[in-house]
């Protein structure tokens, strides 16, 4: 390759970084069908009103009296003053919410009256905690998980298959650790029903 194309290839990279670059928004003011600046990538700080939506947000998300939505979201959330957290396919740090609804992967800490999560590696903190799978803890009054949960600590404790168990009232189809509560119900548990403690047959 000659030396003309070498400097127009790279002109052409450092042309398109810096469009990229320019894309990225340092703060935005999300509302309903409006984005202020308009755009889809934000890095620094983004505000919702009522229901705000874009791609991606990297940095402090915030939203009041409503809805925050976005794709993928890296930083923290906080969305107490009346608001709920959406994310539809990404989210790594840390979410305050009345609400977290997230929908894809999750890394790092979710703290809600509700958190309703996917995949979770991490730990989620609310009232009642409904997810598929979490790779860390669920700590609140209820936890739901309907596949794995690696802890649960509550009053009320349900996954398909749980590790490790604390409550007053706990229940699984697998156990694959120990559950300690009031009541304990485990399908595979060395008794199905087991007051203050339960384990797995092979344990």
């Known amino acids: 390759m000659g030396f003309k194309k070498i400097c127009l290839a790279m002109l052409a990279t ?3 970084s810096q469009a990229a ?3 990225e928004l340092p703060a935005q003011f999300s509302t309903v069908g409006l984005n202020a600046p308009a755009g889809q990538d934000v890095d620094g700080f983004r505000l919702a009103l009522f229901h705000g939506q874009t791609e991606t947000v990297q940095g402090f998300d915030m939203a009041v009296l ?4 976005v794709d993928k979201l890296e930083g923290v959330s906080f969305n107490l003053l009346l608001g709920a957290s959406k994310v539809n396919k990404e989210f790594s740090g840390a979410s305050f919410s009345l609400f977290n609804w997230h929908l894809g992967r999750d890394t790092g800490f979710n703290m809600a009256l ?3 999560t996917h995949h979770v590696k991490g730990v989620n903190l609310a009232m009642v905690n409904l997810s598929k799978t979490v790779a860390g803890a669920n700590i609140g009054l209820i936890n739901y998980s309907d596949r794995l949960s690696l802890v649960d600590f509550g009053v009320m404790n349900y996954a398909k298959t749980a590790k490790f168990q604390i409550g007053i009232f706990n229940m699984t189809e697998n156990l694959q650790g120990l559950q300690i509560g009031l009541l304990n119900y485990a399908e595979n548990g060395v008794v199905k029903i087991l007051p203050l403690i339960n384990f797995q047959q092979s344990f």
């Open 14 to 16: 450092l042309s398109l």
């Open 21 to 23: 670059i320019a894309n």
């Open 66 to 69: 409503g809805l925050s939505e």
């Open 114 to 116: 509700v958190n309703n």
